[in-house]
């Protein structure tokens, strides 16, 4: 039992908050590259860890959920193409590895409070 209570109250430092972000930003990379659709349970394969070790990690790490990093993280990228491309917004939707655009402008307007097309015509 004293492994498990020394586990629990594990202290993370700057290194693996490093190492999570580079895992991070390799696994999205390559959702964007492959126009897929990132998710936790993925993200875990990706890394060959159980997705429950992951996410209680990660957000002791983080500290926020994993699912919240990583769309914090999709938002990022959406929010640079539209800044920076002429791409449409299904394509943007997929470039930042969201499953469908629906997804897409539900967490885009979640975190800016504008639809993404009118984030586009304010930051022109």
């Not at 800016?112 to 009118?118: N, S």
């Amino acid at each position: 039992m004293a492994t498990t209570r020394r586990e629990r109250n594990r202290t993370f430092t700057h290194a693996h908050r490093q190492r999570l972000d580079r895992a991070v930003a390799h696994y999205l990379d390559d959702c964007y590259a492959n126009k897929t659709a990132a998710r936790v349970s993925e993200l875990a394969a990706f890394l060959e860890r159980s997705p429950d070790y992951l996410s209680r990690t990660a957000a002791s790490i983080i500290g926020m959920s994993l699912r919240g990093y990583l769309r914090k993280k999709q938002i990022e990228e959406a929010e640079r193409l539209i800044t920076r491309t002429p791409l449409p917004m299904q394509e943007i939707a997929l470039h930042a590895g969201f499953g469908t655009i629906s997804t897409f402008y539900r967490c885009f307007k979640q975190v800016h409070g504008v639809p993404p097309g009118e984030f586009r015509a304010v930051r022109k």
